[in-house]
């Protein structure tokens, strides 16, 4: 009996070439150096570079320095520094899914509660009168009433797919393997 193999997510590698260390993380940010924040246009580079790759892919980043930094070894301090950087930033999306998907079934509770208001005077509209006037009252109650759902279906259908993927890609991103080198 052969055991089914699991496939192995691809390998993707991101050369950063940088006068220094300096560059690669927020000049306006007072955290210790393992704490702080990648540069904007860092994190922009990194973070749309991933987005290109399949979910779930593997990344290396490599970053090439014209001054070395005096610390013996600068690949461990700037690879955890990346690591926690996007440990956090998977963490705050997960967080944005959690509320997404909170307000989705929050919507989808109201929009339901309305549907059924809307289907129940349509109903009574179409029991208790007739004509032409009253036709077009209980066929707008009904559109209504579906319309209030629009909200709650796109959440649960298209919103939250983005943002699924974009944890994953920081997870990923949280686990690179990060080698650092002079340029």
């Known amino acids: 009996m052969s055991v089914p193999s699991r496939r192995i997510p691809p390998v993707h ?3 950063l070439r940088l006068r220094e260390v300096a560059q690669l993380f927020n000049s306006l940010d007072p955290a210790p150096f393992l704490d702080r924040d990648l540069a904007r246009e860092a994190e922009e580079y990194i973070e749309s570079w991933a987005m290109e790759h399949p979910p779930g892919s593997r990344f290396h ?4 320095l014209q001054v070395m930094p005096p610390e013996p070894d600068p690949a461990a301090l700037i690879g955890e520094a990346i690591h926690r950087y996007f440990a956090y930033k998977a963490e705050l999306a997960r967080r944005e ?3 997404l998907l909170g307000y989705g079934r929050q919507s989808l509770v109201i929009g339901l509660a309305f549907l059924g208001a809307c289907l129940l005077a349509a109903s009574a509209v ?17 559109i209504i009433g579906w319309v209030a759902m629009w909200r709650p279906i796109q959440i649960f259908l298209y919103d939250w797919w983005p943002i699924r993927r974009r944890r994953k890609v920081y997870l990923s991103l949280g686990r690179a393997h990060v080698h650092v080198a002079a340029a």
């Open 61 to 64: 980043i490599h970053v090439h």
């Open 13 to 15: 590698r991101l050369d």
């Open 126 to 142: 179409d029991q208790y009168a007739s004509g032409t006037a009253l036709r077009f009252g209980r066929e707008s109650l009904t």
């Open 97 to 99: 899914l959690r509320r």
